[in-house]
């Protein structure tokens, strides 16, 4: 079991930064791969990035793809959000996600691949 609390949202204006941290508990946080998702109002949850639970690999939705970078620090027990160029389309909850992994390089894309969730937290874009 791990448990996860995300932190680091806020309001920030266009064109800002914000960087999300996502903390998680218990011991062997390096056999996780993780995700980050968000959710705006009224649309499904999704995908914004996956990191592979050596942090070799990563992967982006097409529309942070160059904006948003995702880093995790295996002894600290956190994974990252580094969120550039914010807009207004960027407002959502967003949500850390953790899955065991068998493999080094494997990170994960969809919903149901994933067994633990952080509760979310706020990021408003003003425009």
């Known amino acids: 079991q791990v448990q996860l609390v995300e932190s680091g949202g806020g309001l920030v204006q266009a064109g800002g930064s914000l960087r999300l941290s996502c903390a998680a508990s218990?011991?062997?946080?390096?056999?996780?791969?993780m995700g980050w998702f968000r959710q705006a109002p009224g649309k499904e949850r999704e995908f914004v990035a996956g990191?592979?639970?050596?942090?070799?690999?990563?992967y982006y939705a097409d529309s942070v793809k160059g904006r948003f970078t995702m880093s995790r620090d295996n002894a600290k027990n956190t994974v990252y959000l580094q969120m550039n160029s914010l807009n207004a389309e960027d407002t959502a909850v967003y949500y850390c996600?953790?899955?065991?992994?068998?493999?080094?390089?494997?990170?994960?894309?969809?919903?149901?691949?994933?067994?633990?969730w952080g509760q979310g937290t706020q990021v408003t874009v003003s425009s």
């Open positions: 996600a953790a899955r065991q992994s068998l493999y080094n390089t494997n990170y994960y894309t969809e919903r149901v691949q994933y067994n633990y």
């Open positions: 218990g011991r062997s946080f390096s056999i996780y791969a």
């Open positions: 990191i592979s639970r050596s942090g070799g690999n990563t």
